[in-house]
């Protein structure tokens, strides 16, 4: 039987050309990590991808771009807080290297589906009383992030409706009782009201149909003005319907959240909300890092803004005071 037999020069050609292969392939660089990272929000995405933007642009400053070193998965419960259990055990399932979370329906749900994985809050009232960190300064466990002050708030937000509507002696507070930290924030307001001098008429609405009734009813009892507690599902789900309301009683009214004022509410004053979601970048990246939330403190913020819209205030007739105006941080025209 005839065998074929290698040619000699075709045999060094394919030897030269694997000793050529062999450093190339031993000198390839290892795949590059992609870290997942899980983001949970209560709200719906048009109000919370701004911020998640925010959140993003701060990590790639920080050297991490979607597609090569990282994949963010974000969910949102759409206003619904009986969501956040299940989107909190998905990203969990996935799973996630950390999990960023935003007020304390979201993080309360983030915290039972996981003590192991770290959790990052981008702003909640008090984390202590809710039982989230042990201390401000020493977390001790798997979370850690910014407070947001917002028990401290309504007091702020108050004094600057006064301040608005200097004659106000009557001033309507509307509530949903199933917001998180209803009654503190409510004891708050009352001590402000207080020093201020003026009269509170709460109104808290447990359903969507009380909301017509209840804004009516304000304005045919005289309240001068109108401060909305919007935290809770009720009020979260019915933001658009509290404005239009609002500006039909002509009640000059001061939100919590300056996306309201986005959508048409006269004003609101706050932490800057993209500023806490940039924080959480940053305690990500720790992490990321080698840190343990356990050791990292939880910090407070130091920007708050002032939002006005004076379109809406046009078309209720209602003039903005010129030093509120040039004290507000962002005007809406």
Do not use: C
């Not at 190339?24 to 990590?33: D, W």
């Not at 509507?165 to 199933?178: K, Y």
């Not at 920007?303 to 030093?323: C, G, H, Q, S, Y």
Request: hydrophobic letters at 45%.
């Amino acid at each position: 039987m005839w065998l074929a037999r290698r040619s000699p020069a075709r045999f060094l050609v394919a030897l030269a050309l694997g000793l050529l292969v062999a450093p190339l392939a031993a000198k390839a660089p290892p795949p590059t990590h992609v870290h997942r990272i899980g983001v949970l929000s209560s709200r719906s995405p048009l109000v919370a991808r701004p911020y998640v933007q925010a959140f993003r642009q701060r990590l790639r400053a920080l050297g991490y771009d979607e597609g090569q070193n990282l994949a963010l998965e974000d969910r949102y419960a759409e206003g619904q807080a009986e969501r956040l259990p299940e989107l909190a055990a998905e990203l969990v399932r996935l799973p996630v290297e950390v999990l960023v979370a935003a007020g304390a329906q979201a993080i309360h749900a983030a915290q039972h589906a996981t003590r192991t994985i770290p959790i990052v809050m981008a702003g909640t009232a008090d984390p202590v009383a809710a039982g989230f960190v042990a201390s401000l300064a020493h977390p001790g466990g798997n979370i850690t992030g910014s407070s947001d002050l917002s028990l401290e708030l309504p007091g702020k937000r108050l004094e600057i409706l006064r301040e608005a509507v200097p004659q106000s002696a009557r001033i309507a507070v509307l509530a949903d009782p199933a917001a998180p930290y209803h009654a503190a924030k409510m004891e708050s307001l009352t001590v402000a009201a207080r020093a201020l001098g003026v009269h509170l008429h709460a109104v808290e609405v447990r359903q969507s149909e009380e909301l017509d009734r209840a804004l009516a009813a304000m304005a045919h009892q005289g309240a001068d003005a109108l401060l909305v507690m919007e935290s809770g599902p009720q009020l979260l789900g019915l933001r658009g319907r509290t404005v239009e309301r609002a500006a039909h009683h002509r009640l000059p009214a001061m939100y919590e959240r300056q996306e309201t004022v986005a959508a048409g509410g006269l004003m609101a004053y706050g932490p800057s909300i993209p500023e806490n979601y940039r924080r959480a970048a940053a305690y990500v990246d720790k992490i990321l890092k080698g840190a343990k939330p356990a050791d990292l403190p939880v910090v407070q913020p130091t920007t708050f803004e002032l939002v006005i819209n004076l379109k809406t205030a046009r078309v209720m007739n209602f003039d903005i005071p010129p030093l509120l105006h040039a004290r507000s941080d962002e005007v809406i025209e």
